[in-house]
Structure formats: C-alpha cells, structure tokens
C-alpha cells in the first residue's frame, strides 16, 4: 500500500499576493478513506527557482483537520501562477517509480497553479484538482522520463490514481532491469508482449488516470528510439506491417481526465518512429495511448476487432478492477470476449486452437493475449475474481485452461505478511499476476 500527501482543503484558485493563503493538509490511502497512523514532517515549497522545502508542520491524526497557511513565494508579481508543493521530505518532489524504496515515505502532491492578484478577494474558488509526478530512467535512451498525472479533488473514485497503478507501473519499468536469465518463462513471454520492437496491440481495462498505459506508451517509445530508429516490420501477405496500438479504456465519466492525462505527457511519445502513411498523413506515434470507452457490461466497442497489423491482441492489462465484486461477471465475460477475439489466427492448429508448446507441465502455450494484472486485497472477497476467470476459461473437453500466476509484488508501506490472505483492508502489497491460456497433451 501507499501513502499519499493530498489537500483536504484545496488551496484557492487565486491568492493575495501579500496575504498568506490557507489550506488544509492531509496523509491518507488511495481512497482517502484511511488516514496515516505515523507522524511525518510536512515541508512546503513552490515551484520557483529559488524555493527552498520548509518545515510546515507534523502530520498526526490528532491534528487532521487542522487549517494552515504559508506566505506567498517571495517577490511574487501581479498575474504571475505558481504551484504550492507539499511533502514528506525536504530532498525530491518527484516519486521515483523505479526506486527501490517506493512508497517507504507518504507521496508527494503538486497543486495546480495559484494565480497571484491584487484582485483574489474577489474570487474564493477552491482548486479541483492536483498532480503528481513520477519519475524513472529509460531504459535504452538513459533519459529521464517525468510522467504527470493529474487527480480530481473530488470522491470520484475514477479520477483518482490507485495503489495497483502506481505499484504495476513500478513493477513494468522495473522489468527491464532484470535479463531474461533472471526470470521465468513466463514473465519473459510478458516481456516480449511489451517490449519487443515488432508491432504490439495492448488494451488496458478500468484505466482510471491512466498511469499505467502512459508508463508502457513511454517506454515502448524509448526502446524503439534507442534500437532502430524505427519499428521492426511485420509482413503480412505481401504488405509491411510497422503499426501497434494501445487503448487505454474505461467508462465516459473517466475519458476526460484521462484524455488530459495523455495529453500532458505526449513529449514521451514522440520519437522517430512516427509513421506517414496514405491513409494517416499526419505523423502517427503508435505508442501514444489512445483513451477509449470500454464498457464491461456492453458489447465489445469496434476497435477491439479492428486492431492494427495482424488484428491479434498482445496483452490485456489492469489494475484494481476488483472493487466493485458486482461487476465480476460483466468484467469476465469482457476479458474472455477479448481474448477470443484478439488471438492470433495464423498461428491456429486445424480446430483452431492457437498453441505452442510449452516446456512445462506437458502443456501448450495458446497464442492468445497474456492477461496482467495488478491486483490490491481490500476485501478477502475480491480474490473470486481469479476463480471465477479459471473457472470460464476451463473447457474439460479441449483440455484448455487459464493458468494464473503470482510473478511479484510492490509491497510500498506495507508491514503485512503478503502470505496471509485474511489480512484484508488495503493494508496489504500491490500483487502482479499473470494469466495465460494453455491447452494440456489430451489423449483420444
């Protein structure tokens, strides 16, 4: 789990710029639902050249609802915006996604900016939203990427970046520290699903803010930039196929915020392999996420059948999409929609099935999606999810199973035994589980 710093009280959308202006901090769990048992140093900043972290106060429960104020950055003008910056230690602003001591400390939080006027008492509008900034070295062009994510202060729960996100985030960018010897088969099969240079088709469920196809759209930008300049072609019947994509989905109340997501960290799209095609004159960045409406209890939107290159899907991926145990069978019924849908049909045997051999367990590998998931225990509850997706993709007859494993974890602020599944809550570490098809050797 994590800690998050965030504002009870936002600041104004507009301040003095000789009065202090006031707000109310708080520490608390994804769904600030749970507030932070542990005293912390809150330090205060803005971001100007010259502002230093000062101590603001020391965050205890007792002391939750407490109003505070700060001075305006000192020689603030008229009609100039600045971001107030709160955290839990004077170093960094930045939450390093590929640290290892993630989420040892509550995450820092950006407001969006203040606009300083001679004429603020006019206005007493209260900011609606925030940012955060995560950060991590990529892998091939050693540059580092700053991704900014924006929350509404609202209860909305999809405007809101959760635990799984961040921690399935971490896990990803971290997958590429490790070599292939490091691993198992599995988790290199994921590997490729994510970062080979031939074209990929990704789609994301329940994305929420969007954290997590903005982690995979960077970094599948950077290993393209930094091997060839440009993707590994496919060809299929005759023609070049350069073209993957990634849809990030989730229901129309979430599209706008994470539309403005994307929208803010496209510089870690750009990089040459941008195509030029008669159909798409403009240049086309085929690892930008694109933000689309997937709802579990519709049909399938068009786009799932209609994917780039091949039509086949590399990977499903999502994170804490077991909140709501109600939505279970809608979200099941969707997952194996997409897994039928996007396998791959030139690698199908004569009864269509799409196998490989698999090394393992006298099995085969389907050529069907990988399933990724990142998954935080709130209730003993949600982990139905993994059986009843077991249980729908099991066909006795064609010897075909769903097979799920457990491949890490990213335990942040944790101090619960990830063994003991009854310790419940959104105390626990951020699981990652990987689901793949598999067929066993059946004898007639």
């Not at 803010?264 to 996420?289: D, K």
């Amino acid at each position: 789990m994590f800690w998050y710093v965030s504002f009870l009280r936002p600041p104004p959308t507009h301040a003095s710029l000789s009065s202090p202006l006031s707000f109310t901090p708080q520490i608390a769990n994804d769904l600030r639902t749970d507030l932070c048992d542990v005293e912390h140093d809150i330090f205060y900043s803005w971001n100007t050249p010259h502002s230093q972290p000062l101590k603001l106060t020391t965050w205890r429960q007792s002391n939750a609802y407490k109003e505070l104020s700060v001075p305006p950055p000192s020689g603030v003008r008229d009609g100039q915006s600045y971001r107030l910056i709160l955290t839990t230690t004077p170093i960094t602003p930045y939450i390093n996604l590929a640290g290892s001591e993630l989420g040892a400390l509550p995450f820092p939080v950006f407001s969006v900016p203040i606009l300083f006027t001679k004429n603020a008492s006019k206005s007493k509008n209260k900011q609606e939203r925030i940012e955060r900034v995560y950060r991590f070295t990529l892998p091939i062009t050693k540059t580092l990427a700053s991704i900014k994510i924006t929350e509404q202060t609202s209860f909305d729960l999809d405007k809101k970046i959760w635990d799984s996100g961040i921690g399935l985030s971490s896990w990803i960018v971290k997958l590429l520290e490790a070599t292939n010897d490091d691993e198992d088969t599995l988790v290199n099969r994921l590997r490729e699903s994510l970062l080979s240079t031939n074209p990929r088709n990704i789609i994301e469920l329940g994305a929420g803010t969007g954290i997590v196809a903005i982690t995979i759209g960077a970094l599948r930008a950077d290993l393209l930039s930094g091997y060839s300049m440009k993707p590994t072609p496919t060809v299929i019947e005759g023609e070049t196929v350069t073209e993957g994509a990634i849809y990030t989905t989730d229901l129309p109340s979430a599209i706008p915020l994470l539309e403005h997501n994307i929208s803010i960290n496209t510089h870690l799209f750009n990089s040459p392999t941008a195509l030029e095609t008669q159909n798409h004159p403009t240049r086309i960045q085929p690892h930008t996420p694109i933000p689309s409406v997937l709802d579990w209890d519709s049909p399938l939107p068009e786009f799932a059948s209609s994917l780039p290159g091949r039509g086949n899907l590399d990977l499903i991926v999502m994170a804490d999409v077991t909140y709501n145990t109600s939505s279970f069978p809608s979200l099941v019924r969707t997952i194996k929609d997409l897994v039928q849908i996007g396998s791959d049909p030139s690698s199908s045997n004569d009864n269509g099935d799409n196998i490989q051999k698999d090394e393992n367990e006298n099995q085969h590998r389907s050529n069907s999606p990988l399933i990724l998931i990142g998954y935080k225990q709130r209730d003993l509850a949600e982990r139905e999810l993994f059986h009843m997706l077991q249980q729908e993709f099991t066909d006795e007859r064609r010897g075909v199973k769903l097979r799920l494993s457990k491949v890490g974890e990213v335990r942040g602020a944790s101090n619960l035994d990830p063994s003991c599944e009854e310790q419940g809550e959104g105390w626990g570490p951020v699981e990652v589980w990987i689901g793949e098809v598999v067929k066993k050797n059946v004898s007639v």
